[in-house]
Protein backbone atom coordinates (compact mmCIF):
# COMPACT_ATOMS: atom_id res chain seq x y z
CA UNK A 1 0.00 0.00 0.00
CA UNK A 2 1.69 3.41 -0.93
CA UNK A 3 1.85 5.73 1.65
CA UNK A 4 0.30 8.66 0.99
CA UNK A 5 2.33 12.38 0.68
CA UNK A 6 1.73 15.28 3.49
CA UNK A 7 3.16 18.58 3.33
CA UNK A 8 4.07 19.94 7.26
CA UNK A 9 5.76 22.56 9.09
CA UNK A 10 6.84 21.79 12.59
CA UNK A 11 6.71 24.35 14.89
CA UNK A 12 9.71 25.94 16.84
CA UNK A 13 8.69 23.96 20.04
CA UNK A 14 9.20 20.13 17.90
CA UNK A 15 12.69 21.87 16.82
CA UNK A 16 14.31 23.39 19.68
CA UNK A 17 15.04 19.64 21.53
CA UNK A 18 16.88 18.64 18.77
CA UNK A 19 18.82 21.66 18.03
CA UNK A 20 19.90 21.69 21.79
CA UNK A 21 21.56 18.53 21.30
CA UNK A 22 22.93 19.51 18.00
CA UNK A 23 20.44 18.00 15.50
CA UNK A 24 19.92 20.02 12.88
CA UNK A 25 16.01 17.75 12.43
CA UNK A 26 14.13 15.45 13.85
CA UNK A 27 13.24 12.21 12.12
CA UNK A 28 9.64 12.36 12.06
CA UNK A 29 7.30 9.13 11.07
CA UNK A 30 3.62 9.62 10.71
CA UNK A 31 1.15 7.32 10.26
CA UNK A 32 -0.16 6.26 7.05
CA UNK A 33 1.84 9.33 5.13
CA UNK A 34 5.28 10.34 4.06
CA UNK A 35 5.81 13.86 5.51
CA UNK A 36 7.13 16.75 2.89
CA UNK A 37 8.59 19.22 5.25
CA UNK A 38 8.33 22.65 4.77
CA UNK A 39 10.11 25.54 6.97
CA UNK A 40 8.28 28.08 7.97
CA UNK A 41 10.58 31.34 8.04
CA UNK A 42 8.41 32.72 11.15
CA UNK A 43 10.07 29.31 12.96
CA UNK A 44 13.38 30.20 11.56
CA UNK A 45 13.44 33.90 13.06
CA UNK A 46 12.37 32.40 16.43
CA UNK A 47 14.93 29.92 16.28
CA UNK A 48 17.54 32.26 15.14
CA UNK A 49 16.81 34.39 18.13
CA UNK A 50 16.94 31.91 20.63
CA UNK A 51 20.53 30.45 19.55
CA UNK A 52 22.93 31.47 22.42
CA UNK A 53 27.17 30.33 20.37
CA UNK A 54 28.11 29.79 17.24
CA UNK A 55 27.58 26.36 16.64
CA UNK A 56 23.60 26.92 17.10
CA UNK A 57 24.23 29.67 14.26
CA UNK A 58 26.05 27.21 11.74
CA UNK A 59 23.60 24.56 12.76
CA UNK A 60 20.94 27.27 12.11
CA UNK A 61 22.42 28.63 8.83
CA UNK A 62 22.50 24.88 7.62
CA UNK A 63 18.93 24.31 8.12
CA UNK A 64 18.24 27.70 6.42
CA UNK A 65 19.73 26.99 3.66
CA UNK A 66 18.70 23.53 3.01
CA UNK A 67 15.35 24.52 2.76
CA UNK A 68 16.27 27.61 0.58
CA UNK A 69 17.30 25.58 -1.78
CA UNK A 70 14.54 23.02 -1.89
CA UNK A 71 11.63 25.80 -2.02
CA UNK A 72 10.17 24.51 0.80
CA UNK A 73 10.77 27.98 2.79
CA UNK A 74 8.11 29.92 3.41
CA UNK A 75 7.14 33.35 4.19
CA UNK A 76 4.40 35.37 5.49
CA UNK A 77 3.82 38.09 2.59
CA UNK A 78 1.89 41.61 3.11
CA UNK A 79 -1.54 40.05 2.67
CA UNK A 80 -0.61 37.12 5.71
CA UNK A 81 0.09 39.82 7.73
CA UNK A 82 -3.11 41.43 7.09
CA UNK A 83 -5.13 38.21 7.97
CA UNK A 84 -2.88 38.24 10.98
CA UNK A 85 -4.20 41.34 12.49
CA UNK A 86 -7.20 40.82 11.62
CA UNK A 87 -7.58 37.23 13.45
CA UNK A 88 -5.79 38.86 16.52
CA UNK A 89 -7.99 41.44 16.50
CA UNK A 90 -10.85 38.99 16.37
CA UNK A 91 -9.15 36.91 19.30
CA UNK A 92 -8.23 40.14 21.27
CA UNK A 93 -12.23 41.22 21.51
CA UNK A 94 -13.11 37.74 22.80
CA UNK A 95 -10.27 37.19 25.27
CA UNK A 96 -9.19 40.50 25.91
CA UNK A 97 -6.09 42.36 24.24
CA UNK A 98 -3.13 41.60 27.14
CA UNK A 99 0.07 43.17 25.29
CA UNK A 100 2.31 40.32 25.99
CA UNK A 101 -0.84 37.22 24.93
CA UNK A 102 -1.33 39.40 21.61
CA UNK A 103 2.84 40.30 20.93
CA UNK A 104 3.62 35.85 21.97
CA UNK A 105 0.41 34.84 19.55
CA UNK A 106 1.30 37.06 16.58
CA UNK A 107 4.18 34.45 15.25
CA UNK A 108 1.83 31.34 15.77
CA UNK A 109 -0.98 32.60 13.81
CA UNK A 110 1.76 33.88 11.15
CA UNK A 111 2.93 30.06 11.03
CA UNK A 112 -0.99 28.52 10.85
CA UNK A 113 -1.73 31.11 8.34
CA UNK A 114 1.19 30.25 6.09
CA UNK A 115 0.61 26.50 6.66
CA UNK A 116 -3.43 26.79 5.49
CA UNK A 117 -1.46 28.49 1.96
CA UNK A 118 0.67 25.49 1.18
CA UNK A 119 -1.84 23.13 2.31
CA UNK A 120 0.42 21.88 4.93
CA UNK A 121 -0.31 20.33 8.52
CA UNK A 122 1.31 22.09 11.79
CA UNK A 123 3.20 19.91 14.35
CA UNK A 124 3.17 21.41 17.38
CA UNK A 125 3.74 20.76 21.17
CA UNK A 126 2.20 24.16 21.68
CA UNK A 127 -1.27 22.77 21.63
CA UNK A 128 -2.95 25.63 23.59
CA UNK A 129 -1.97 28.70 21.34
CA UNK A 130 -2.75 26.85 18.10
CA UNK A 131 -5.81 25.55 19.68
CA UNK A 132 -7.17 28.95 20.42
CA UNK A 133 -6.28 30.00 16.39
CA UNK A 134 -8.05 27.65 15.19
CA UNK A 135 -11.27 28.85 16.87
CA UNK A 136 -10.10 31.52 14.26
CA UNK A 137 -9.00 30.07 11.43
CA UNK A 138 -9.30 27.06 9.31
CA UNK A 139 -5.84 25.19 9.41
CA UNK A 140 -4.42 21.77 9.84
CA UNK A 141 -2.82 21.03 13.09
CA UNK A 142 -1.25 17.64 14.33
CA UNK A 143 0.89 17.08 17.68
Excluded: C
Excluded at 55 to 75: G, V
Excluded at 83 to 96: E, P, S, V
Excluded at 130 to 138: A, D, G, R, V, Y
Amino acid sequence: MAQKLVKVILDTSIYIPYINEGVSHPVLELEESLPIIYMSAVVMEELYAGAHDGKTIKLLDKLYNTFHSLNRLIAPDAQDWQQAGKIIARMGRKYGFEKRFLSRITNDVLIAITARKVGAVVITKNKKDFSLIKEFLNFKMSE
